[in-house]
């Protein structure tokens, strides 16, 4: 069964250095999302794609966190320079909507960041 | 502002009982309800999705509900199981095909 890929697992950085982390889709999947989900609380999005486009960035801070999807499938997340509260986990998910009739999103197993 | 509550941070039942979860939102006016089980360490799967102008779906020992001018949509799982311990989030999609997630409700089924 086809599945959402990141990587890494787990990353371990100090404040003001930068990190990325890398999501791999279900292949054929145009939507792509990355949200951060902080321990105890729901994901919240950072990001949508539509194939290579940005639909939505408006809760992503801007000032350290970028995100790009340049070919329309796999994309990276990026924060410079990461800050402690930044620590939480990472999930990146994406969803063929077109012709969907449960819009049901694929999660990948996300990345948990720790900043120290 | 928007906001979605989800009735308690943790529910505990009795394995074979009923399980009811509830997803109660404000100002946002959904197309379609989703639930989804998150299990620790791991990203959120998929169960059901309810559209605004459904009452009820039903999948296997699932239910859920969507009350549109209570503004609100019941999760029920029948004859419980220690497998079902996990946290249960709802995600309310507009017809921009935004989602936003509620903050899960932790459910532990006692044997």
């Known amino acids: 069964e086809a599945e959402v890929a990141q990587s890494p697992r787990y990353k371990i950085t100090e404040k003001s250095q930068a990190v990325a982390f890398w999501c791999d889709p279900i292949?054929?999947?145009?939507?792509l999302y990355w949200y951060r989900q902080i321990l105890g609380q729901g994901p919240e999005l950072l990001v949508q794609?539509?194939?290579?486009?940005?639909?939505?960035d408006s809760q992503l801070p801007k000032d350290r966190f970028s995100a790009e999807r340049l070919k329309g499938v796999d994309s990276t997340l990026k924060i410079q320079p990461a800050e402690l509260g930044d620590s939480a986990m990472y999930l990146c998910?994406?969803?063929?909507?077109?012709?969907?009739?449960?819009?049901?999103?694929?999660f990948g197993p996300g990345t948990r960041l720790t900043v120290t | 502002s928007q906001k979605i509550e989800q009735n308690s941070e943790a529910l505990n039942i009795q394995e074979g009982k009923t399980a009811t979860l509830t997803c109660n939102y404000t100002n946002y006016s959904p197309a379609y309800l989703q639930w989804y089980r998150q299990d620790p360490g791991r990203g959120p799967v998929f169960l059901l999705l309810i559209r605004e102008n459904e009452k009820e779906k039903r999948k296997e020992r699932l239910k859920v509900t969507f009350d549109t001018t209570l503004k609100q949509s019941l999760f029920h799982i029948t004859a419980s199981q220690p497998a079902d311990s996990a946290t249960y989030l709802c995600?309310?999609?507009?017809?921009?095909?935004?989602?936003?997630f509620g903050p899960g409700t932790r459910l532990s089924v006692l044997p």
């Open positions: 292949s054929g999947h145009a939507t």
């Open positions: 794609f539509q194939d290579e486009s940005v639909v939505d």
């Open positions: 995600a309310l999609l507009d017809y921009g095909q935004n989602f936003v």
């Open positions: 998910a994406s969803s063929s909507l077109i012709g969907s009739n449960s819009y049901e999103q694929y």
